[in-house]
């Protein structure tokens, strides 16, 4: 191990205000830590594999100020598992890191012994798996939650591993938002980077769009403080170019007043109105009003339940003005459910959780639709197919509002025309063999696929080839590169809808 690049910190960190206090190796004598009997095998970013001295990680773990975790010891397997059981992967060593100064630190380790692939998780939550690996190693940034809410500036202050949940409910308590998800354990770093849709996306915009400044540590392991006018090019990266230029290790983001309580709920028709119901969304959604967060469903419940079609929506308005705005969907008659009904904005953010979010396997499809023109709607209703041994699911995610009033090229989030991100996804019970589930979604996919323009980075199918991705980011690609080649030249962080560097 590199000693003396292990123990480094930033001179302009340290300008910045943002210096990390040296922490001489026998700090870690102070407290508990694993106890590293064995030489470490570890895959790195290329696929080789290296063998690390037992020393070399006992050293590592003697750094942290938080735990290193080896398979086999307490902690372990929580820590590895994300979301979607799926995804069953094993680190040979994972870093529980506390603060910027141990995400330096397992950096530093990654890289200087050899270049190992390097995971980073925080929510867990990563539709293609990436937030974990087999054999290299994971950064989880679990460990390192903090909101910090200036009621008088109107900003928050959240450290990396933070979950959008505790933003909502610190914001919320001064009578302030922005926007965040729509699932309260999803983790804000991976969220923001990618974009970040949410319910208030139209209003306010998308996370990025409220994002005032980062600090991240790159590859070099190095601190970075940037904002519009500090690191701009990095600041420009990070906000829609995903975990390719390093960890964020703390967000800056712009609040806005709102009233707690909104009008929230489904209104649902039977199946065999699916292509009214999406006709309707296609017509009347991109022009709502920014304060209406409206989503269209098509769903085929597990176990023979009936399919259902219809609205969800969520209104940060007047709610005497709601009736008015919402009397296009009244016009199509009487629902087999309405469920509106006014709601804490914070449960709300609660309300797509699952008690249990480990307990179904996944498989995903998406991509932005600029419309949805009539052989789209056919090619949803004709062959939406259901089956009992799943839940089939289809559902548009509301882009336009203020998320389209911000040029393409503003940051590098590039889809600003798009009306919906089209998401199409199974469920199946954890254990059973997902083939007939994932072959049937790829087969509908074909169909859906020529109406769509790109994805959201931060629903990246496996499946996805370079040439996709690259074409994903559009006209912004070229510049993302050159962040990438100045910030991450040797791709360390490539487990990400990856821009891959070119020196």
């Not at 970075?224 to 990070?238: I, M, P, Q, S």
């Not at 790109?454 to 990246?460: H, K, S």
Request: hydrophobic fraction near 40%; include cysteine.
């Amino acid at each position: 191990m590199n000693r003396r690049s292990f123990l480094r910190r930033s001179a302009l960190a340290a300008a910045a205000g943002l210096a990390l206090p040296y922490r001489p190796l026998h700090a870690g004598l102070f407290r508990p830590v694993s106890r590293v009997r064995r030489d470490l095998d570890v895959v790195t970013g290329d696929g080789r594999t290296v063998t690390l001295a037992n020393n070399v990680v006992a050293e590592f773990a003697q750094a942290l100020r938080g735990r290193v975790l080896l398979r086999g010891e307490d902690g372990y397997d929580d820590a590895r598992r994300i979301l979607n059981p799926s995804f069953d992967k094993y680190p040979a060593l994972i870093a529980q890191v506390t603060g910027a100064a141990d995400v330096a630190t397992a950096v530093d380790f990654a890289r200087d012994n050899g270049g190992l692939l390097l995971a980073v998780k925080c929510g867990g939550h990563s539709a293609s798996g990436q937030s974990s690996c087999d054999g290299g190693m994971m950064i989880d940034l679990s460990p390192f939650r903090g909101v910090r809410v200036d009621p008088f500036a109107r900003t928050a202050r959240v450290t990396g591993g933070t979950l959008l949940g505790a933003l909502d409910h610190e914001a919320m308590a001064h009578g302030l938002v922005t926007t965040m998800g729509t699932v309260s354990h999803t983790g804000v770093g991976g969220l923001v980077t990618g974009g970040g849709f949410g319910r208030l996306g139209r209003r306010f915009g998308l996370s990025v769009d409220n994002l005032l400044s980062v600090d991240v540590v790159g590859a070099d392991g190095r601190l970075r403080h940037a904002t519009e006018d500090e690191n701009a090019d990095l600041f420009w990266g990070v906000r829609g170019g995903g975990g390719n230029f390093g960890v964020v290790t703390s967000f800056e983001f712009r609040l806005h007043s709102m009233q707690r309580e909104v009008v929230f709920g489904d209104i649902l028709f039977p199946l065999a109105r699916a292509r009214d119901v999406l006709g309707l969304y296609g017509e009347y959604g991109p022009g709502a009003p920014d304060q209406l967060a409206l989503g269209a469903v098509v769903v085929q419940p597990a176990g023979g339940a009936p399919g259902l079609a219809g609205f969800n929506l969520c209104w940060s308005g007047d709610p005497n003005s709601l009736e008015r705005v919402i009397a296009p969907i009244r016009a199509l008659g009487t629902p087999i459910a309405d469920t509106l009904a006014s709601m804490d904005y914070v449960a709300v953010q609660r309300s797509g959780d699952i008690s249990d979010p480990r307990a179904v396997g996944q498989y995903i499809k998406s991509g932005f639709i600029p419309n949805l023109p009539a052989g789209l709607v056919s090619a949803i209703a004709d062959r939406f197919e259901g089956d009992p041994r799943r839940d089939t699911i289809l559902a548009f995610q509301q882009g336009g509002g203020a998320i389209a009033r911000v040029a393409p090229g503003a940051t590098a989030f590039a889809q600003r025309d798009a009306m919906a991100n089209l998401l199409c996804f199974v469920n199946w019970p954890n254990g059973e063999d997902p083939a007939d589930h994932v072959a049937w979604i790829r087969e509908f996919w074909i169909g859906l696929e020529p109406f769509t323009h790109g994805f959201y980075v931060n629903d990246l199918d496996a499946d996805m080839t370079a040439a996709t991705i690259r074409e994903n980011y559009r006209q912004n690609h070229e510049r993302l590169v050159a962040v990438k080649n100045e910030y991450d030249p040797r791709n360390l962080f490539r487990l990400n809808a990856n821009v891959q560097p070119t020196v």
